[in-house]
């Protein structure tokens, strides 16, 4: 099993950055891939960014230009970097960790508990 705990997140203005890390332990291959997704009240849940082991991105269009995913493999530990926020972006901010075992057998897929992001106007 692996557990993920975000830290972070809570109240910005409009324009202004917040920062969410999130630490994962227990068995967690080499290759994995973790990132962020988020849900607003009435809507579905949505990425937002993913950053594999091996260092490759992926952003949300609407991201793109304004959040940074970053993460230190000596620490299981994965960031978001939130700048130009805007109400829009008021969700609450789920951690994930995708891997899949060395023979291919099974892949596993985790998620933190959330982090709240309010953003106001």
């Known amino acids: 099993q692996v557990q993920l705990v975000e830290s972070g997140g809570g109240l910005a203005q409009a324009g202004g950055s917040q920062r969410l890390s999130c630490a994962a332990s227990?068995?967690?291959?080499?290759?994995?891939?973790m990132g962020w997704y988020r849900q607003a009240p009435g809507k579905q849940r949505e990425l937002v960014a993913t950053?594999?082991?091996?260092?490759?991105?992926n952003y949300a269009n609407f991201v793109k230009g304004r959040f940074i995913i970053s993460r230190d493999n000596s620490k299981n530990t994965v960031y978001l970097q939130m700048n130009s926020l805007t109400p829009e972006d008021t969700a609450v901010y789920y951690c994930?960790?995708?891997?899949?075992?060395?023979?291919?057998?099974?892949?596993?897929?985790?998620w933190g508990r959330g982090a709240q992001v309010t953003v106001s106007s």
């Open positions: 227990g068995r967690i291959f080499s290759l994995n891939t």
């Open positions: 994930n960790l995708h891997q899949v075992n060395s023979g291919g057998i099974y892949s596993q897929d985790y």
């Open positions: 950053i594999m082991s091996g260092g490759y991105t």
